[in-house]
Structures are given as structure tokens and as C-alpha cells.
């Protein structure tokens, strides 16, 4: 069975994002609480990889740091 490859289709959204990077102006921030029962390292992982892919989408820069009580996400550019 062949298929065909279609270009310049967007994806379908839903509207719904895990986290509110789109939203952020610059100097904005979020704090992602850690999880029980998951590593301080695991949600920092989750995050930081979140941020980039948004990074990379939406052609902004976000900065992620561990703080009391969870990870925050800053905008910076």
C-alpha cells in the first residue's frame, strides 16, 4: 500500500498546553511544583525539556531554574 506525503498541513490544537509559555510576556514566570513521589531531577528534566521544545515553536527564549518548592520558568526574550 502506498501513501501519500502531504506538506504545509498544520496540526490540529486543541487549545490545551501543559504549561503556559505561550501566554508568558517577557519577564513572566511559572512555577512547575514538584510531584510526589517523582525526583526534584525528573521534573526539572520534564520542564527544561518542555520550555526548550516551546523555545524552538514559538521562536522565544525561557530561562528554568530550581527554586523552593518546584522548577520555575522565566521568559526572557
Known sequence: MAFAIDKGIPLPSDGKTKYPCERLEVGDSF???FKEGESHEATDKRVRAA???????????FLVRVVDGGIRCWRSE
Open 51 to 61: 520550555c526548550y521544545g516551546y523555545s524552538s515553536k514559538l521562536k522565544r527564549k
Open 31 to 33: 512555577l512547575v511544583p
